[in-house]
T-cell receptor
Framework: GAVVSQHPSWVICKSGTSVKIECRSL??????MFWYRQFPKQSLMLMAT?????????EQGVEKDKFLINHASLTLSTLTVTSAHPEDSSFYIC????????????FGPGTRLLVL | SQELEQSPQSLIVQEGKNLTINCTSS?????LYWYKQKYGEGLIFLMM?????EEKSHEKITAKLDEKKQQSSLHITASQPSHAGIYLC??????????????FGKGTLLTVNP
């Protein structure tokens, strides 16, 4: 199957700092990528859709100024958590769909963020 | 209410036993995806179903989508400890949509005791 990587795999930062997470499709191009957040023992919550060449689309309740998304190329999307606070601590996962078969999304390994 | 209901929430089985996980929606499922996740890791794609009545198998795992395309089941035969993990169903509920946006169920935590 297709491969999606994420970097870093985990990060610890101080409250008030910004953290950037990268999502890369390694062997295919993705004009769209998705960012999810997952709390312990809960399912995935879609945060936003990253679109190459245009602005990201955010889900209701997700602060766009807090979670900045940039789809820099057909293989890279970044999520920046700005002025991070302890409540932003979570597991962040990205996914990217391949062109064929339609809609099959491959997921990155996730990034665990801990804000102190 | 949850758009995609997954059941059971957790399941503990003895090694060698069969089990079934269900995923149900009140809306038409235009694409239904099954993933497996180990805690703290990413999701591993298992299978995708699109047609009513479709059934796919891989090794000891079989997934089905009903004719009405509103319910899917994942069946594991002769379970092994390696099957343990969280199983998630994800669904594309947009007809003719091309944005690949998926809605996920809450997941089923499977424990297989040796």
């Amino acid at each position: 199957g297709a491969v999606v990587s994420q970097h870093p795999s985990w990060v610890i930062c101080k409250s008030g700092t910004s953290v950037k997470i990268e999502c890369r499709s390694l062997d295919f191009q993705a004009t769209t990528m998705f960012w999810y957040r997952q709390f312990p023992k809960q399912s995935l919550m879609l945060m936003a859709t990253s679109n190459e060449g245009s602005k990201a689309t955010y889900e209701q309740g997700v602060e766009k100024d807090k979670f900045l998304i940039n789809h820099a190329s057909l293989t890279l999307s970044t999520l920046t958590v700005t002025s991070a606070h302890p409540e932003d601590s979570s597991f962040y996962i990205c996914s990217a769909p391949t062109r064929t078969p339609r809609g099959t999304q491959y997921f990155g390994p996730g990034t665990r963020l801990l804000v102190l | 209410s949850q758009e995609l209901e997954q059941s059971p929430q957790s399941l503990i089985v003895q090694e060698g036993k069969n089990l079934t996980i269900n995923c149900t929606s009140s809306k038409t499922l235009y694409g239904l995806y099954w993933y497996k996740q180990k805690y703290g890791e990413g999701l591993i794609f298992l299978m995708m179903l699109q047609k009513g009545g479709e059934e796919k198998s891989h090794e000891k795992i079989t997934a089905k989508l009903d004719e009405k395309k509103q319910q899917s089941s994942l069946h594991i035969t002769a379970s092994q400890p390696s099957h343990a993990g969280i199983y998630l169903c994800g669904a594309d509920m947009i007809s003719g949509g091309s944005n690949y946006k998926l809605t996920f169920g809450k997941g089923t935590l499977l424990t297989v005791n040796p």
